[in-house]
């Protein structure tokens, strides 16, 4: 019984001496594996408390000081990302690292972002204006390019945009800042919206402009104030064209449903009134064919 005691206390100091023998050094800090386990222990234990103190803000925080959404979310990370850099510096000055000997690896680190790390540090700056300066936040409805969506996540790398087909669609911040972004949301909840309509030449242009208004009050989700108006903006090479222009608050993230049912109430008021829809046409003009001149056989064609 002496002699396993004797061995696994002799293990055990074994397994000590090589947890605390060093392993590297970085300036004068010398790293061991206790000490790596311990630091990657506490930056775990950071990251998981972070994470619940954001919870904890949006869930109950924020929503009992009624704060709106977008400002909470970018307060929320903001708070998050500040604890976990706070955290980790005094983690490394308690766990007996000196701050002054890891300028080595921030030189380092700096090389690595000068050849390779540029589009990464690009998008951490931009997601950090973005948390600041707050143009777009988490519930906007928003448009880069052909990409329609509303901003579910936005964190320090990129925005999570999620589309009305519910796929998720991750975009650099770096994009949202350089690039022209379209705030469906910002300011208000209320947006216009151009339907344009074409219609045949001998259409009587006072009946169109009735038809389209009436198909205007009978769309689900119009707003009443302001009015919808009809512009006429061109003629057309085969249609008069004109322009429904509608207001509405209650389909924001679902702009492609509110146009189809314009569409819908338009095609039935014109048919209702009796207004032709025109199709692309083209009048060709056949001039009468010049007689050529009739050269009799072994006589040359005058002029030859």
């Known amino acids: 019984m002496n002699s396993i005691n004797e061995a696994f206390l002799e293990s ?163 994009q949202i800042v350089m690039q022209q972004v379209v705030n469906w949301s910002r300011g208000s909840d209320r947006i216009r919206i151009r339907v344009p309509v074409g219609v045949h030449y001998k259409s009587d242009v006072p009946t169109v402009v009735k038809a389209l208004l009436e198909a205007a009050d009978n769309v689900e989700g119009m707003l009443k104030h302001p009015a919808p108006h009809v512009r006429l903006t061109a003629f057309g090479n085969s249609s008069i064209d004109f322009e429904l222009l509608i207001w509405t608050s209650e389909l924001l993230h679902q702009r492609g449903q509110f146009i189809s049912r314009v569409n819908f109430a338009i095609h039935a008021a014109l048919k209702r009134h009796g207004i032709e829809i025109p199709f692309p046409q083209r009048d060709i003009h056949v001039r009468s064919a010049i007689p050529l001149p009739v050269v009799s056989e072994g006589r040359p064609a005058p002029g030859a």
């Open 12 to 174: 055990a100091s074994d397994l000590y001496a090589w947890m605390t023998r060093p392993l590297f050094s970085v300036g004068s800090a010398d790293f061991s594996a206790a000490s790596l386990l311990k630091l990657v222990v506490f930056v775990v234990a950071l990251i998981w408390g972070a994470r619940i103190v954001r919870n904890v803000l949006l869930s109950r925080v924020f929503p009992r000081l009624k704060v709106e959404t977008g400002v909470a979310h970018a307060l929320a990370n903001l708070s998050g990302y500040f604890m976990l850099t706070l955290g980790l510096l005094v983690g490394l000055q308690v766990s007996g690292i000196d701050l002054t000997t890891l300028t080595v690896l921030f030189g380092a680190l700096g090389v690595g972002i000068g050849f390779g790390l540029q589009s990464l540090a690009a998008n951490f700056v931009a997601g950090l204006v973005i948390l600041l300066e707050r143009p777009i936040q988490v519930g906007d409805r928003i448009q880069i390019g052909d990409l329609h969506g509303r901003v579910y996540r936005i964190s320090v790398r990129s925005t999570e945009v999620l589309t009305n087909d519910e796929i998720a669609v991750i975009v650099p911040n770096s």
